[in-house]
């Protein structure tokens, strides 16, 4: 069985029935590239105010709306995992300053080194300005521009994005969820879209999906929505399918998994 297991799979049920379980790591398979990718489309379809620019075609008016630039904003990596590093990586030419959070800073077991046995630091890690623990996404949110969700949904994650992390964020600050719905609170975003408080709202992945287009959370012009399409790319496709083919046929042979793809 190869599946997301952390959320599709009760790992000592399967055990105990003798199914193997293993995962599809999002850094190996274009995932969580592609994923990185559409949080910068819609940090740009926000800050340049894509909906605006549309009806501005529309109304044959040039030169306008004025927009606004990555360039020296603060960008907050709410979960820095894979779609985080990633994100990192593709943050840093825009000239910005990256602020993440995640459970732990310490090396893990994924990130041992191959020759010498020892665990080593994430290089990823460096790429973040400052870091911090899930304790500190307040303080993050204070001084962030624009704050991204890369977190895994979990019983301890639902609705962390709340009225009390929204009102930590600075006034005109945008939000972009590419990770799960379940994430932000609905209506906690829609008072503080209601109220100005957060300057927009760019998400991936919605609270119900398919999500109703008749949502009222759709009126404000700082809101842009794509259908779940983060990883669904060509690269990302055709490299999950590769790697849940290979991994099946280690599973079918008895072969051993790497750490990546082992999980019982």
Known sequence: MVLDWKVSVDVNAATSHGIKVARIPS?????????????????LGLLRKQNEMKIAV???RLGEPIGDTLLEKT??????GNIGIELAKRLRPFGV??????RSWAPNIDSRDKFNGFLKENPGDAL????GIHQDMYEMAR??????????QDNETVGIVDQKFLSSMKKGALLVNIARGGLLNYEAVFHHLESG???????DVAWTEPFNPADPILKFP??????????????SYRSMAKVVGDVALKLHTGSTLTGLEFVN
Not at 197 to 203: C, D
Not at 222 to 235: D, Q, R, S, Y
């Open 27 to 43: 850094d190996i398979t274009g995932n969580a590239a592609s994923c990185a990718e559409m949080a910068i489309y819609l940090m």
């Open 128 to 131: 973040v300005d400052k870091k």
């Open 97 to 102: 300053k990256i602020v993440a959070t995640k």
């Open 197 to 203: 408080h957060l300057g927009g709202l760019g998400i």
């Open 58 to 60: 529309e109304q044959k």
């Open 222 to 235: 700082n809101v842009l929505i794509t259908p779940h399409v983060a990883g669904v790319t060509e690269p």
């Open 75 to 80: 960008v907050f990596i709410l979960g820095y």
């Open 143 to 152: 001084i962030a521009d624009i704050v991204v969700c890369c977190l895994r």
